[in-house]
């Protein structure tokens, strides 16, 4: 990313040789993303992030398409829930499809859901939250089959779990830079070719007149090499990870008697991800006693953050309202070792013991 942040680089949409030269490197970033997910480059629009590109998806397929319903989950990211109710303020029809004690999506209620009006599906292919992968090649072959558009927010699974566009019949793919270690700022959203959209934001016509702007170059090229460096060494990362993760799980549940996990367990579950809930104590007490030991954990989606609203997620999978304060996550990344995740099983039982002394009776 350097030589595109100290300077002496072109707009892409210039034709001298400054701009040729950014042009040619958007493009190789392009291909990068495009490989991660089994991809062609030219489906892929350039977005400021995850959340334009969820935007995008919905609101561009809903404002061309015939029909005015969609169909999603209960446990999608906020971006698509609200994308989805800002369309039905203005008329749109919206399903909701329920999920599964382990935020599992039922193929065949996304099935029951489809109508003849239907414009778009729309399902994770893994919940942030909880760590829960989603059944999306069975979910996009059921909507092929009906010749509906199918939109996965790939955002926790790319790089992590195994996915490609044409084995899941996916038709728009949303991802994130900074969620592949790639920089903030940057985010992309793919589509085939057969698929219709509106532009969310227009102007001189920039990323095939999909999402008008000059392009955040330095951001993008980061997240190309991101993209490139996630996917070869993702499978040997996923596989050193989920034996952290689980060393993790079950220290935490062993030692933490009343815990309860949450999302699936083993490999229906990111390899990265730990979560669960702790009755009898509230979340951000523990996230601040941990912080100040030097392990950073959340609570819920960084995203739901500062709403402060209750997780939707939790809600979804039957959570009451001790589990809604207690919940915490751990994701773990290409740094995380061992004799951390033992700095973790060491410290989480005390804080909570104390924790649970100081509360009111």
């Known amino acids: 990313m350097r030589p595109f942040l100290e300077g002496g680089v072109g707009n892409p949409a210039a034709l001298h040789s400054l701009g040729l030269e950014a042009r040619a490197s958007l493009d190789g970033a392009r291909a990068k993303v495009a490989r ?8 892929v629009i350039f977005t400021a992030s995850a959340t334009e590109a969820n935007n995008l998806a919905i609101r561009g397929v809903a404002e061309r398409a015939r029909g005015r319903h969609l ?17 039905e303020k203005r008329g749109w029809n919206v399903t909701y499809v329920g999920v599964d004690a382990d935020g599992c999506v039922d193929p065949q209620a996304v099935a029951r859901a489809l109508r003849d009006d239907t414009a778009l599906v729309s399902v994770m292919a893994a919940n942030g939250e909880i760590g829960t992968l989603e059944p999306v090649r069975a979910v996009g072959g059921l909507a092929r089959e009906r010749g509906v558009p199918f939109h996965v927010d790939a955002v926790g699974a790319a790089g ?10 996916i038709d728009l793919l949303t991802l994130s830079s900074n969620d592949i270690y790639g920089p903030p700022g940057a985010g992309a959203l793919w589509t085939r070719a057969s698929v219709k959209l509106a532009p969310v ?7 095939g007149g999909y999402r008008s702007g000059t392009e955040n170059l330095p951001a993008i090229v980061g997240m190309g090499v991101a993209a490139d460096l996630v996917r070869i060494e993702g499978p040997a990362e996923a596989t050193r990870l989920r034996a952290l993760r689980d060393r993790l799980l079950a220290g935490l549940l062993d030692r933490l008697t ?3 996990l949450t999302g699936a367990r083993g490999d229906g579950r ?8 702790v009755p009898g104590v509230k979340a951000d007490g523990i996230l601040m006693e941990l912080d100040l030991r030097g392990i950073a954990a959340s609570s819920g989606s ?9 997780s939707h997620v939790l809600r979804a999978i039957g959570c009451g309202r001790d589990s809604l304060e207690g919940s915490l996550c751990f994701t773990l990344g290409r740094w995380t070792t061992a004799s951390e995740i033992d700095v973790v099983l060491d410290a989480l039982p005390g804080v909570v013991t104390r924790l649970r002394e100081l509360a009111p009776r």
């Not at 992590?160 to 019949?169: I, N």
């Not at 934001?201 to 990323?207: F, L, N, P």
């Not at 960084?302 to 209750?310: D, I, L, Q, S, V």
């Open 36 to 43: 991660l997910v089994g991809a062609t480059p030219a489906g």
């Open 71 to 87: 169909v999603t989950s209960a446990v999608e990211h906020i971006s698509v829930l609200n994308a989805c109710r800002d369309l």
């Open 160 to 169: 992590r779990a195994p996915l490609a566009v044409d084995e899941a019949h």
């Open 201 to 207: 934001i227009v102007g001189g016509g920039q990323e």
């Open 258 to 260: 009343e815990a309860r």
């Open 270 to 277: 990111l390899p990265h991800h730990a979560s669960l809930v």
């Open 302 to 310: 960084a995203c739901n953050a500062t709403t402060g609203e209750p």
